[in-house]
């Protein structure tokens, strides 16, 4: 607290202002601003109120010193931490800046400590050809810097043709695609089918527009809210690439229905309202779509392990939406594009290899996850049988040792008789037993305990 307080102090130590600019650079990274804040004139008024004896650095301190040492600090943190790592997953995505720049960023997913940690190891402006060859250099030259370039189990990305060849073919490395975008794909492509349902949502969009460029018609809405004792709402837009804001869009339609209606006929230049049967089909669209939104934010943590919820969400999305009724021919039709385009893309993951194990290895889930017994049972066997292979391995290891030390045991025979030593009998019934089991055995035991 004494940092933040005025005292009779001349100048600040430099433990002090060391702390005063780690904060500094904490808060512009954690909360994305630009470098430029350190010259704006609010924050060195606020700055100078907490601590007159603090001055700010000027940007070009800010950008070619503190940043670059506070990075290099964390960075040599990081890589020590990850050098202590076996194994690990990445995530990479290519994408496009407001500015028009295409970058690269690579995240990496490891557990260290019993602790899950997901943490962006680089994002580099990628300026040349988004070729599979280029991309796999630049993925290649990133695991080298941070020395995992044989530690990856899985590289995770979109299902873009370039960036898995670059995975598969150049890195030679397993590739998985991002569920939650294949999800949203899937999502796209039902609604795109139905033509009713486009002209509806896109009604829907003209209609919140109107009442976010026109003042009168905001104001009017709010009034009318207030007469009706209604929550204050306002309507919200919705992004067209984005099928899970046109949700939203609509959830908060219904929810602004009365008051919208109510003042829709006195307002002027409004464009075309919705009728009552439209109401109705928005009414069946929002929860069709409900169950897709909250699969994708469950696949959308970072703080737990996504893998093993693929499958029993796959299998619970078509349960719900095969449930769910439906009044409307849109609706249905929505609920049945949904249904046969998430059979299509994604209930093959049940037969994924990394999907199937990390499922039946949950003990929340097991073969209960599964919507066929037979992927279950195939699960299982993929599991037994590598579990057996390192028992194999692991047993050949202590043969070894045994083999070394048995001259050992020879030389204190004769020093015990085998007529007087208690153990013996049970050395002999373990002994029995073990030459009986094998790695398979074993790893069936291990895997039904």
């Not at 889930?365 to 066929?372: C, E, H, I, N, P």
Request: charged residues 20%; contains cysteine.
């Amino acid at each position: 607290m004494e940092l933040f307080c005025t005292n009779k102090k001349d100048k600040l130590s430099e433990s002090e202002r060391e702390l005063i600019d780690r904060s500094l650079i904490k808060m512009i990274a954690l909360d994305y601003r630009p470098i430029s804040i350190v010259e704006n004139i609010g924050l060195l008024y606020y700055s100078k109120q907490l601590q007159p004896l603090y001055t700010s650095p000027n940007r070009k301190v800010l950008s070619t010193q503190m940043i670059p040492n506070a990075y290099n600090t964390i960075f040599q943190q990081l890589w020590a931490m990850l050098n202590y790592v076996e194994h690990v997953s990445v995530t990479t995505d290519i994408w496009t800046s407001g500015s028009t720049k295409a970058f690269l960023t690579l995240t990496c997913h490891f557990i260290h400590n019993d602790k899950l940690w997901n943490t962006v190891l680089a994002t580099e402006e990628f300026s040349e050809r988004h070729t599979g060859e280029n991309t796999a250099n630049m993925l290649k030259s990133m695991f080298e810097v941070w020395n995992i370039d044989k530690k990856i189990v899985a590289v995770v990305s979109d299902n873009g043709a370039n960036i898995k060849n670059a995975i598969i073919e150049h890195l030679n490395l397993r590739h998985h695609a991002c569920v939650a975008h294949t999800l949203n794909l899937s999502v796209q492509e039902a609604i795109s089918k139905d033509e009713t349902v486009k002209q509806l949502i896109a009604k829907c969009r003209t209609i919140v527009s109107h009442f976010n460029h026109s003042v009168v018609a905001s104001e009017r809405l709010k009034s009318m809210q207030k007469q009706l004792r209604c929550p204050l709402y306002k309507v919200k837009q919705d992004v067209s690439t984005r099928w899970n804001s046109t949700l939203t869009m609509m959830e908060r339609l219904l929810l602004l229905k009365d008051p919208l209606s109510a003042i829709i006929v006195s307002l002027p230049n409004v464009p075309p309202f919705l009728t009552i049967a439209e109401w109705e089909i928005i009414s069946d669209l929002v929860p069709v779509l409900k169950p897709a939104e909250l699969m994708t934010s469950e696949l959308s943590g970072a703080r737990y392990s996504t893998m093993s919820r693929i499958i029993p969400l796959v299998r619970g999305i078509q349960h719900l939406l095969m449930n769910k009724k439906t009044k409307s021919p849109p609706g249905k039709s929505l609920k049945d594009g949904l249904l046969d385009v998430i059979s299509r893309r994604l209930c093959m993951l049940e037969t994924n290899q990394l999907c199937a194990k990390a499922t039946f290895l949950d003990p929340r889930f097991k073969k209960v996850g599964f919507g066929l017994p037979a992927n279950a049972d195939n699960a299982q066997k993929l599991i037994v049988t590598e579990l057996a292979n390192i028992l194999n391995l692991k047993s050949g290891l202590q043969n070894q040792e045994t083999d070394s030390s048995l001259s050992n045991d020879l030389s204190n025979e004769n020093q015990t008789n085998e007529g007087d030593d208690p153990w013996a009998h049970f050395d002999e019934k373990a002994t029995k037993i073990r030459s009986q089991s094998t790695p398979s055995s074993e790893a069936n035991v291990l895997i039904k305990s």
